[in-house]
T-cell receptor, first 112, second 116 residues
Framework: DQQVKQNSPSLSVQEGRISILNCDYT??????FLWYKKYPAEGPTFLIS?????DKNEDGRFTVFLNKSAKHLSLHIVPSQPGDSAVYFC???????????FGTGTRLKVLA | GAVVSQHPSWVICKSGTSVKIECRSL??????MFWYRQFPKQSLMLMAT?????????EQGVEKDKFLINHASLTLSTLTVTSAHPEDSSFYIC????????????FGPGTRLTVL
């Protein structure tokens, strides 16, 4: 039972354009969501997070949107840069626990 | 930011042998650490929660006798894959929670295990 899903395994975007990565979850107990970026043979690095009390969080070129009613979140990268090319994982957790449930990842390729 | 290291970064072993992977928090103390496993093109799956001074908590389906976890100090957790078999070949990643940013974890660089 995949509680966190990223339905697009890959995405290609032209440099300078917007990248939109999507994530859906099924467990209504999740109240904290994070996006991590991962390069091959490396551990994930934290990008941005959002609490369920918000519907948007912005940090530089990265913005995460949360739609609780749809159990959907998305990561927007504007403008996309070639260095953004990596696998992006969304993760969800519940209050009082550090346990993450990860999505399956989306491989983003930003074309120069 | 905080740094979590893992050693070794990659290991190749024969079937039936045991392999120990170390996870260290380099500039902060971690009473809890997490061990994940990632198969090719799949998600990171939480295997267990390592607790300093007490037994690890294993996720459903993870054999605790096969994946031995020891959290001997506030900066070190070890995962031992006992009697490794080719199906244990995977990418093992540890993490430690941030004490500053709520719910954030710092991940190690991972260990690639290949069992022949």
């Amino acid at each position: 039972d995949q509680q966190v899903k990223q339905n697009s395994p890959s995405l290609s975007v032209q440099e300078g354009r917007i990248s939109i990565l999507n994530c859906d979850y099924t467990n209504s107990m999740f109240d904290y969501f994070l996006w991590y970026k991962k390069y091959p043979a490396e551990g994930p690095t934290f990008l941005i997070s959002i609490s369920s009390i918000k519907d948007k969080n912005e940090d530089g070129r990265f913005t995460v949107f949360l739609n609780k009613s749809a159990k959907h979140l998305s990561l927007h990268i504007v403008p996309s840069q070639p260095g953004d090319s990596a696998v992006y994982f969304c993760a969800a957790s519940s209050s009082g626990t550090y346990k993450y449930i990860f999505g399956t990842g989306t491989r983003l390729k930003v074309l120069a | 930011g905080a740094v979590v290291s893992q050693h070794p970064s990659w290991v190749i072993c024969k079937s039936g042998t045991s392999v120990k992977i170390e996870c260290r928090s380099l500039d902060f103390q971690a009473t809890t650490m997490f061990w994940y496993r990632q198969f090719p093109k799949q998600s990171l799956m939480l295997m267990a929660t390592s607790n300093e001074g007490s037994k690890a908590t294993y996720e459903q389906g993870v054999e605790k006798d096969k994946f031995l976890i020891n959290h001997a100090s506030l900066t070190l957790s070890t995962l031992t894959v006992t009697s490794a078999h080719p199906e244990d070949s995977s990418f093992y990643i540890c993490s430690a929670p941030s004490r500053v940013r709520h719910n954030e974890q710092f991940f190690g660089p991972g260990t690639r295990l290949t069992v022949l």
